[in-house]
C-alpha cells in the first residue's frame, strides 16, 4: 500500500474490500485487482500510521469519522 493516501501499489485503485466477520487475521485485498494488502491488523496499523504522517505533516489534530478507528488509539 503507498503511503499517500491508500492506493494499490499494483493498479492505484483507492478502495479495499474487507471481510464481512472481521478478525485480526482477515484478509484485506484491492477492491479491483484482488491484490492482498494483508491482514486486517496490519491494514489497521498502515492506516494508522498514514492518520498520523499526515496529521504531522499539517501540524493540525486531524478528527478521524471512520469505522475502522486507529490500531492505537493515538488519533
Known amino acids: 500500500m503507498r ?3 491508500f ?4 493498479c492505484g485503485s483507492p478502495g479495499v474490500s474487507i471481510p464481512t ?3 485480526d487475521a ?4 484491492c477492491a479491483s485487482c484482488g491484490l492482498k494488502l494483508g491482514s ?7 492506516v494508522d500510521q498514514a492518520l ?6 499539517t ?4 478528527i478521524v469519522a471512520d469505522p475502522i478507528g486507529t490500531a492505537s488509539g493515538r488519533l
Open 26 to 29: 482477515s484478509v484485506v485485498s
Open 3 to 5: 503511503q499517500d493516501w
Open 40 to 46: 486486517w491488523a496490519e491494514y489497521r496499523r498502515q
Open 52 to 57: 498520523m504522517a499526515e496529521q504531522t505533516r
Open 21 to 23: 466477520t472481521l478478525t
Open 59 to 62: 501540524a493540525h489534530r486531524l
Open 7 to 10: 492506493h494499490c501499489e499494483a
